[in-house]
Each structure stands twice: as C-alpha cells, then as structure tokens.
C-alpha cells in the first residue's frame, strides 16, 4: 500500500521560509512524478508544484520564482521550499503521486494523496 506522508508545516511570518517534506513508502518511487498542492478554508485545492521523474519541473504564477520543488531518489522523499512566504500561502499543503512523466495540475490525475501538513502564514 503506497503511502505519502507530509511534514514541515507550521507558523511562520510573512517574508519567512518554511520546507516541506513528503516522504513516499510503498512505491517506486523514481517511476513517480511528484506535486504539491495546497487547500484554503472554503476554497478548492490548487496545484502549486510539480516535479517529473526525469527532472522537469511546473510551478503555478502565483508561487514561481518563491517556491522550490525538489525530490531524493535515494531517500524517496520530495521537498518544497517556500521563501518569502505571504498571508496568502495560508494553507493545508498536499503531496501527491502520479505514475508517468507528465506533471498535471488537476487533482483527478494523481494515483496517490497524502494527508497534509498546515502551514499558517501571519501578517
């Protein structure tokens, strides 16, 4: 049974840094690509990064040139540094696993969730 188990959330101030992990079990992992997403309160859950196993990665406008998606093979386990972080990056953070090399950025298309991990953003 694959599993996807997030980590690294928490409150930070707005203009901080925070890096999320998503340590993976039960799976091949190098034959996965990788995304994280995010829900706010009463909103639909979002894509805001995504990392293929060939190295390729996708982030959505309202996050590039801040955020940073990256993966070990060898521990099995992806990362998403966040830096310069806003109120607006409030969120519950999601990892997720699709088989294949082409990241999407619809929910629909992942194989594999994990639970979520908070992070609170202050002003």
């Known amino acids: 049974q694959a599993q996807l188990a997030e980590s690294g959330g928490g409150l930070v101030q707005a203009g901080g840094s925070l890096r999320l992990s998503c340590a993976a079990s039960?799976?091949?992992?190098?034959?996965?690509?990788m995304a994280w997403f995010r829900q706010a309160p009463g909103k639909e859950r979002e894509f805001v990064a995504g990392?293929?196993?060939?190295?390729?990665?996708l982030y959505s406008d309202s996050v590039k040139g801040r955020f940073t998606i990256s993966r070990d093979n060898a521990k099995a386990t992806t990362y998403l540094q966040m830096n310069s972080l806003k109120p607006d990056d409030t969120a519950d953070y999601y990892c997720?696993?699709?088989?294949?090399?082409?990241?999407?950025?619809?929910?629909?298309?992942?194989?594999?969730w994990g639970h979520g991990t908070q992070v609170t953003v202050s002003s």
């Open positions: 990392l293929s196993r060939i190295g390729e990665s």
């Open positions: 997720a696993a699709r088989s294949g090399d082409n990241i999407f950025n619809r929910t629909i298309t992942y194989n594999y």
């Open positions: 039960g799976l091949t992992f190098i034959g996965y690509t």
